[in-house]
């Protein structure tokens, strides 16, 4: 039962008020892109043992997307920001590439 | 026997005698007792049967880890089986029967297991169950369902109530013994917000009990002054009779209070479950004795020493007259002295050879005998202890000497309570010196910061003696404080009389080099009757993992979750497979740490509030006239509306007929309405939809198709143009609040630079459907706007008033009938419901409901989202094609609808069924092809997706997707029925089964 | 035409806290970020409220304004005065992008009020109320649905959908009964 406080309303919401959405960052292809891009903007999904960047929505609050990066394994947050981005902030890869030296980076 | 002492009883009071029964014999008790020592002052010592060998079995232990006293407690809407007698309070008028035997306690058919014991290893289900296959069906199981099992379900719904409660606090400490206390008192000078919670009714734990004295005075002194303490400060909160089930991500804390389970129909709510956040988490949850492993451990008078302790320090109840106290410990001579000090018969059989501590010094001192070195080679008696043989620890169970006696109190040394440390991935170290497992202080359970998330302390985290706990507790205490930023001060710190220990001899078998014949009654695990041979055998075939020797032994599955057995059954597994004990490790700890009743998770939801079912505004009317009601997502809608004598089937029957010929009135509010502006609202739609919808005329209507990125339908509905940027979208009644979820989520995360705001409107308004040939008609009766053909043509609306009311008039049909969709503000849907109503009698007026609805439609051809569709679905499969535009390059679904397979020619698309004899084709019955597939299935190629009896036609008429279908009028097919074969025979027809034209609708 | 109905017509339950749906009461959903032109201006003159900051809520006399999201307000006011108050909006924001609609008949309002009605709202809720200042409303679950609440005279207001208020009613009612004080 994650707690994951919400970029947009400030509010550290619980798991029960979040509705989750998937892996984030992914780029859409629509009419003109290959199969293989099209084929990797639907199925393919990372599920790293480790630092993981998803979507969530706080559903049952200010009804906004935020994205959020976290550890599967520990469960440890690094940070939650506004979803209205391709890319994670710069100062939050940085807070995890010095907590998680080994991580190979967000792509 | 077991009976009152005539003094002492720290939480009785003898002038408050309560009656009980056990098995239909009246009992007496006295209030501050718990079940166990009423039935143990009656001497009731034989209160069970084991699972398996149905061996009698009586109390062994005075906490939450009893494995044996389950009882059934209560009768009728209070029944409750499966309860600890050790954990529950008594009261007046208690009932409680025993359970797992038959016909009687005393006289158990089921234990003839017992003899067969040696044919009944581990694994035998999955050894001997296996041939003849069918006998598994028709034999064993429903032998094994009637004899196996503990107590039976409750045949009445429950007459108590549950709920929730959600708890906030930035420590939670789970246990209110003198660590808790202790670590209360630090946490609560650091300021921060406490929530103390203990399982049993009282606090102080096993301290009082075992004499420690504290700031030196008797520790029951030091515990009121710190409850005291406590009590003052407001930022802390206590509460008793709540146990602490589970620790979970981020301090997720779930926790059972227990109400009014000793104060049945008070009123008040049985049990509250606690669904606590908090910041950190303080384990101070003790530690639980272990048994020995001797033949015999199980026959009733066993029991653990410090419970026998309990019962005559707690409730002046003794175990037996004479009690063989048996240990590897220091510990188990606390209760040597305590019952040599009520005047009982006490001899300690001591498995190391020269015990030194300062214990076995005042036992001596007292005059108890004391036999070092030695064990028991096994327990005399059947259903009570008579006896014991003891003999040489080191030896292989030679006999030196019988002795009399009626209770045997064992002790083989004490295992932290780690549970809450390991819920949530903590993990544990093994003490080799004081053999247990410990936290691992280095691996903690961690926290949504990757901090640690769980203290232990005290008992739970190895600070086993008074003083140890007290030391660790403050230590503990400050370094969970300080992990919140906060500091704890100049907070009190305890000091307990230190009382050395001596160490303890690790003895996991009794005596150590014990033969099979003994092993086989070591028990293990009690309730499940797992015995060391058992786990030796495992080991021998090869079961090496601990997890999977649990499984195959079922070691610690029981309900008490192998609160007592789990250590020594991973001891004797570790020693069978020439291991060390940390290597071999212990099984998974989870949730919850003591069972939890269902009525407690489900909390308030039951009856009206089980779940939210969603009103309109003409619910009650509904209601009222007798409309059978169906649910339709969380909706609760008119199926139809029977009259007297009428079959639900014949009412949607005269529905249909009557909106035809006459008039229907429906309930359409349900129907999703969502608005949508902004200067890109109409490139949004485009979008949204396959069809265009930026050009859709202001105060015009259009119908939509609305698809996910794989290219599948997944809503539709009309959309109409309420202004030059606004927009009002129509969505399924399920779909509004998927629908709305779905547009914000491309506002928000892919075009979050388009302006363009939406609402979900659904609830604003009541809809109701006026249809049928004389829907003008009506409508012109009440008056107020010009609803006729050119005033307001088909598929346009027009904002107004009708009879007095603000609504907004639609011009579309979902029934190919003269229709009008009007939607009114819900705080007058009712009223508005009722004048039409009134006023449409004389035009023949009938409400129809959602069945009416779909006969309607489907007469029409017209498609359903989750009919129609599920999902594998694209529009074109639906000759939808018309409302897909070929312009846009892009909208959501149009790439996914290119693949391959999608795009392939031979897809199974959108057809009518008329069955060769008027039949009711079957629902999701399939068209049958030619041959098998690989599995040896017959091969299909379509299947029914609507199928209804259709009044206009009379006969059956069915919608449904076949190869090709579109390029196959007229040929005849034959569909699957559920019991093989073929259960009907269909021409392939035009969907389009009525009014083909539409010269109904557009009039 | 006929007088507005609130979805339970006022029904009232009285255990260790009094709970009654109220209304109904008028309500408008504006939606424009905070800076967007005129949107000041449009609160004041539909509401008499500031424009209130984050999971803040003002008030003005009986009406008040919620801050409910980034780029999305609740105006509560009388029933009667919405007409007027969506005029108002309209002509301050003229020409800046927001949408501004009536939402009075989509919701139901109950006041739980008495010395212990936070208690009744701490059974239903994950949100910390302790955490809730007297100038704040947060939206959060009860039990199985979206609401949103904010302290008020006596008690607090609780805001759902029209559709749940049965469900609600039946909520406050169970977790309000005598002797299940916490």
């Not at chain 1, 292809?29 to 393919?44: L, V």
């Not at chain 3, 909006?89 to 009536?102: F, N, R, S, Y």
Request: charged share 20%; glycine share 10%.
């Amino acid at each position: 039962m994650l707690i994951l406080e919400c970029p947009c309303c400030g509010v550290k919401a619980e798991e029960t008020e979040l509705a989750p959405g998937g892996e984030a960052h992914l780029k859409r292809f629509g009419p003109g892109s290959s199969d293989e891009e099209f084929e990797a903007y639907m199925f393919a999904r990372k599920n790293p043992k480790g630092v993981h960047f998803e979507r969530w929505r706080h559903a049952y609050g200010c009804g906004k997307w935020f994205l959020a990066a976290r550890c599967t394994a520990t469960l440890e947050v690094f940070g939650t920001y506004p979803a209205q981005t391709t890319e994670p902030p710069a100062e939050l890869i940085a807070k995890i590439k010095a907590k998680r030296p080994d991580w190979k980076g967000w792509k | 026997m077991s009976a009152r002492l005539q003094k002492g009883g720290r939480l009785i009071d003898r002038s408050a005698r309560m009656e009980f029964s056990f098995n239909g014999k009246k009992m007496q008790g006295l209030r501050g007792d718990t079940l166990a020592s009423a039935l143990l002052a009656n001497d009731q010592l034989l209160v069970g049967r084991s699972f398996k060998y149905h061996r009698p079995r009586g109390i062994v232990a005075s906490g939450p880890e009893e494995p044996n006293a389950l009882v059934a407690l209560g009768t009728g809407a209070r029944y409750e089986p499966n309860q600890r007698v050790t954990t529950t309070e008594l009261f007046d008028g208690l009932t409680s029967a025993s359970q797992n035997h038959w016909p009687s306690l005393e006289f158990d058919i089921g234990a003839v297991n017992n003899k067969l014991a040696r044919f009944l290893p581990a694994g035998f289900y999955y050894k001997t169950f296996i041939h003849p296959r069918s006998a598994w069906k028709h034999l064993f199981e429903p032998v094994i369902r009637r004899s196996a099992g503990l107590g039976k379900p409750p045949e009445e719904a429950d007459a108590d109530h549950y709920e929730y409660t959600y708890g906030h606090c930035d420590i939670l400490i789970a246990g209110g013994g003198i660590a808790g206390l202790q670590a209360a008192l630090v946490a609560g000078a650091s300021g921060a917000k406490v929530l103390v919670l203990e399982q049993t009714a009282h606090w102080g734990g096993r301290a009082p009990v075992d004499g420690d004295i504290i700031d030196g005075k008797p520790a029951e002194d030091w515990v009121r002054n710190a409850l005291q303490a406590l009590e003052a400060m407001e930022n802390v909160t206590l509460r008793a009779r709540s146990m602490v089930s589970g620790v979970y991500d981020h301090g997720y804390v779930l926790a059972e209070e227990r109400i009014a389970d000793h104060t049945p129909g008070d009123g008040r709510p049985r049990k509250r479950l606690w669904r606590i956040r908090a910041a950190t988490v303080i384990a101070a949850t003790g530690a639980l004795e272990r048994p020995l492993s001797f033949a015999g451990n199980d026959i009733p008078g066993v029991m653990l020493a410090a419970a026998a302790r309990d019962y005559a320090v707690n409730f002046a109840v003794s175990p037996g007259e004479h009690t063989v106290v048996v240990t590897n410990n220091d510990d188990a001579y606390r209760t040597a002295i305590t019952l040599k000090e009520y005047g009982l018969q006490v001899t300690v059989i001591d498995a190391r050879p020269a015990p030194v501590g300062e214990l076995p010094s005042r036992a001596r001192a007292l005059g108890i005998r004391i036999e070092t070195g030695r064990g028991i080679i096994k327990v005399k008696g059947g259903k009570r202890v008579t006896g014991v043989s003891i003999g040489l620890q080191a030896g292989e169970g030679g006999a030196v000497e019988d002795i009399a006696c009626d209770a045997v109190a064992m002790s083989g040394g004490w295992s932290p309570v780690v549970h809450l440390w390991s819920h949530c991935g903590g993990k544990l170290v093994w003490d080799a010196d004081r053999a247990l497992f410990r936290p691992d202080a280095a691996r903690p359970p961690l926290n949504h910061d990757g901090s640690a998330l769980v203290w232990p302390l005290g008992a739970a985290n190895g600070a086993l003696t008074a003083d140890a706990a007290l030391r660790d507790a403050v230590e503990q205490a400050r370094l969970a404080v300080q992990s919140l930023g906060l500091d704890a001060g100049a907070a009190e710190a305890a000091i307990a009389d230190p009382v050395e220990e001596g160490a303890i001899l690790p003895v996991w078998i009794m005596p150590a080099s014990a033969g099979i014949e003994l092993k086989s009654k070591m028990w293990l695990d009690f309730q499940n009757d797992v015995k060391v041979s058992d786990v030796q055998l495992a080991a021998r075939e090869g079961y090496v993992s601990v997890e999977h020797t649990k499984r195959y032994t079922t070691l610690g599955m029981a309900t008490d979750q192998g609160k007592l057995s789990n250590i020594n059954g991973l001891a004797v597994l570790a020693d069978a497979l020439s291991e060390e004990i940390p290597r071999v490790g212990t099984t998974t700890f989870r949730p919850p740490y003591t069972p939890v009743t269902i009525g407690a998770l489900a909390g308030e939801a039951r009856g009206d509030i089980f779940q939210p079912l969603r009103k309109t505004p003409m619910h009650d009317w509904h209601l009222a006239q007798g409309a059978y009601m169906e649910p339709v997502g969380l909706w609760q809608r008119p199926y139809t509306y029977p009259r007297a004598g009428e079959t639900h089937e014949q009412a949607v029957n005269r529905e249909v007929v009557n909106t035809r010929d006459r008039l229907g009135l429906l309930d359409a509010s349900t129907l999703g309405k969502i608005i949508v502006k902004g200067p890109d609202a109409g490139k949004f739609l485009d979008m949204l939809y396959t069809n265009v919808m930026s050009n859709l005329g202001v105060g015009k209507c259009r119908y939509g198709l609305m698809c996910n990125e794989q290219g599948f339908l997944s809503d539709d509905g009309v959309v109409i143009r309420i202004a030059e940027d606004t927009w009002l979208c129509h969505t399924t009644s399920g779909g509004a609040d998927r629908i709305h979820a779905w547009m914000e989520d491309w506002l928000q995360c892919e075009w979050w630079d388009w302006q363009v705001y939406t609402a979900n409107v659904t609830e604003q308004y009541g809809q109701i459907a006026v249809v049928g040939p004389n829907a003008r008609k009506l409508l012109e009766k009440i008056g107020g706007m010009d609803v006729s053909k050119e005033a307001l043509p088909f598929m346009t609306f027009k904002d107004g008033e009708l009879g007095g009311f603000p609504v907004r008039v639609h011009r579309i049909s979902f029934s190919g009938e003269l229709s009008y969709e009007i939607a009114v503000p819900a705080s007058h849907a009712l009223a508005f419901w009722e004048l039409l109503y009134s006023e449409g009698q004389e035009f023949g007026l009938q409400t129809y409901g959602t069945e009416g609805l779909h006969v309607l439609r489907a007469e029409k051809g017209f498609i359903m989202i989750g009919d129609e569709t599920d999902g594998t679905v694209i529009p074109q499969d639906l000759n939808l094609d018309w409302a897909i535009s070929k312009k846009k390059e892009d909208f959501l679904g149009k790439r996914g609808q290119q693949r391959t397979f999608l795009a392939a020619k031979d897809r199974w698309k959108l057809v009518g069924f008329e069955s060769l004899d008027g039949s009711v084709i079957p629902d999701g019955a399939y068209v049958i092809a030619a041959g098998t597939n690989e599995y040896g299935f017959r091969n299909a190629q379509g299947r029914i997706t609507s199928t209804y009896y259709s009044p206009a036609l009379k006969k059956g008429i069915a919608m449904g997707l076949l190869l090709n279908g579109p390029a196959r009028m007229g040929e005849v097919v034959e569909f699957t029925a559920m019991t093989g074969g073929v259960s009907a025979q269909a021409k392939v027809v035009d969907p389009v089964f009525y009014d083909k034209d539409g010269e109904k609708q557009n009039v | 035409m006929s007088d507005p109905v609130s979805a339970l017509q006022g029904a009232v339950s009285q255990g260790f806290a009094r709970v009654e749906e109220i209304g109904p009461l008028g309500m408008i959903t504006l939606r424009a970020k905070p800076g967007t032109k005129g949107l000041v201006v449009a609160i004041k003159a539909a509401t008499g409220c500031n424009l209130p900051e984050a999971r803040k809520i003002t008030h003005a006399g009986a009406n008040s304004c919620g801050w409910m999201s980034p780029d999305e307000y609740l105006l509560v006011l009388p029933y009667g005065d919405v007409a007027k108050a969506l005029a108002a909006i309209a002509k301050a924001m003229e020409g800046t992008h927001h949408l501004a609609v009536d939402v009075s008949d989509a919701r139901a309002v109950f006041r739980v009020t008495g010395p212990e009605a936070d208690q009744v709202l701490r059974k239903l809720t994950p949100a910390d109320l302790d955490a809730v200042g007297e100038d704040e409303i947060r939206r959060s679950r009860f039990a199985q649905v979206a609401a949103a609440f904010w302290p008020s005279e006596g008690g607090y207001t609780l805001v759902c959908f029209r559709s749940v208020a049965g469900y609600v009613m039946g909520l406050l009612t169970h977790a309000a009964q005598s002797g299940s004080e916490i």
